[in-house]
């Protein structure tokens, strides 16, 4: 195009260096921008995006055959041009300085967390490197363009991804746990109020997130099973990793079994996601396995932590009510962890621990270090443990403004979904503000849904609530 349009030597010599020089300019400024959370990350990704939109329909225009080389490239910027379209929202300053940080004794660093996801993204594209070599020095046939293989990487992720989970979920099983949650890039199931629910999510497509929640079915569950429960995943992803292997070295390069190379590309990444995922680090409020079994080993708090959750999860399944909580563990692991959402958990877990013993001093007490917690370094937290806060400033505290701040607060997270806890906080929060017909509005949608919830002890700790606030507005009427 340059030689048949532009004669000029000093123009043809300057042309490519100037153009690609400011796309990439371009392109990093959006990366360092997005990655530091800056208010200019949208204009630079728009800027980054078109600039993926207009040089190849520039060069489509000259030589229309080639379309089908730039295709990708075409995609990629309209996909960005949609998704930096949306108004920016600045993350909070807390939830930002605290999203990677390591927390005392959880046995990852700093530096690492911060550059887990980068150098993950970096040793996939080595892997894939190395693969292409050794396949095209073996010889294996390229039939296909390169959507095709876009298409087909995202779908050997995909398929990594789900066998990690279920190694997790296998294990669980055969130890006698039971399955509470299970999701693999967008496909996600969980259990809601005692209801199996799908979610398809478009926006975790290109992700390789996944995640499955077993619980133990009684209070003392051996850390033994537990510890199975977290290798079962990285020694699913061995075994299939060196299983794929082994099968693409032994077959011949044009052989159907190689998938083009897919099959040596699966087996590959199979075994670094087990390697790295056996390393301690954490992403957001998430810890990889590796990370997972440190502190599971350990004997201090996160010890402590990892067992009280264990108790937690099993009271979905069993009688167990809070009021069986181990205080004793809960309050040793928050001595111990006193920062971020586990920290705001752990004061949470005493606070229903409290409330169902009828110690509602205590429950209060627990409620207020929780709030603190908040404030300092656990602000991004799901709008359903905001309804805690809610009905806990207004039945313990009698505090109608502090209530009512928090209301505001779960809202601007936009809950979506209208459930025992959210009627109840609804009701509370009216009653305390001195507006009985809606208190009882609210009240009366909680019960009806608390009373269809399956005969487990964190339900009926549900309907126990439900009592409470009852009786609480029956007896002590809130004048408007």
Request: proline share 4%; hydrophobic share 45%; net charge positive.
């Amino acid at each position: 195009m340059i030689h048949r349009h532009h004669a000029v030597p000093c123009f043809r010599i300057l042309l490519v260096p100037v153009v690609f020089s400011v796309l990439a300019t371009t392109c990093g400024v959006a990366w360092w921008t997005v990655w530091k959370e800056k208010r200019s990350a949208r204009g630079w990704g728009v800027a980054a995006s078109l600039m993926y939109i207009m040089l190849p329909l520039s060069i489509i225009y000259f030589r229309p055959s080639v379309w089908n080389h730039f295709a990708v490239m075409l995609g990629i910027g309209i996909a960005g041009l949609a998704a930096f379209s949306r108004r920016y929202e600045q993350p909070d300053s807390t939830a930002r300085t605290y999203a990677n940080l390591r927390l005392p004794g959880d046995g990852t660093s700093d530096l690492f967390n911060r550059m887990a996801g980068t150098l993950l993204f970096a040793v996939s594209l080595g892997v894939l490197f190395l693969v292409d070599r050794w396949l095209r020095a073996k010889g294996v046939p390229e039939n296909h363009g390169e959507a095709y293989r876009i298409v087909s990487a995202m779908l050997v992720v995909l398929v990594i991804t789900t066998l990690h989970e279920f190694g997790h979920t296998a294990t669980g099983l055969a130890l006698g746990m039971k399955l509470r949650a299970f999701a693999a890039g967008p496909f996600q199931w969980r259990v809601r109020d005692g209801k199996w629910e799908f979610q398809f999510k478009p926006t975790q497509i290109l992700s390789a997130d996944g995640a499955t929640g077993v619980v133990p079915t009684t209070a003392d569950f051996p850390r033994s099973h537990y510890l199975g429960m977290t290798a079962g995943g990285p020694l699913v992803n061995l075994f299939t990793g060196i299983f794929a292997l082994r099968i693409a070295f032994r077959e011949q390069a044009n052989s159907t079994v190689q998938a083009g190379g897919l099959l040596a590309l699966f087996g590959a990444w199979s075994l670094a996601l087990c390697a790295f995922n056996l390393l301690p680090f954490r992403t957001g409020d998430n810890y990889s396995d590796g990370a997972s079994i440190f502190q599971l080993l350990s004997r201090g708090p996160w010890g402590d932590f990892h067992r009280v959750v264990a108790v937690i999860g099993s009271s979905l399944v069993t009688p167990l009510r809070p009021r069986n909580y181990d205080i004793e563990a809960i309050l040793r692991a928050a001595h111990g962890i006193t920062q971020g959402k586990q920290a705001l958990l752990l004061r949470l877990y005493a606070y229903t621990y409290f409330l169902d013993q009828g110690k509602s001093f205590d429950a209060g007490e627990a409620l207020r270090e929780g709030e603190s917690i908040y404030h300092e370094s656990a602000t991004d937290i799901p709008a359903e443990l905001h309804m805690e806060f809610v009905f806990g400033n207004a039945y313990l505290h009698r505090d109608a403004a502090a209530a009512r701040e928090w209301w505001t607060r779960m809202e601007a997270k936009k809950p979506t979904r209208r459930n025992v806890d959210y009627w109840r906080a609804d009701s509370a929060l009216h009653w305390i503000e001195g507006h009985l017909k809606e208190a009882n509005e609210g009240w009366e949608k909680s019960n009806a849904l608390a009373q269809q919830l399956p005969k487990a002890g964190a339900y009926e700790f549900d309907r126990y609530c439900c009592f409470l606030l009852r009786k609480a507005i029956d007896e002590v009427p809130v004048a408007r």
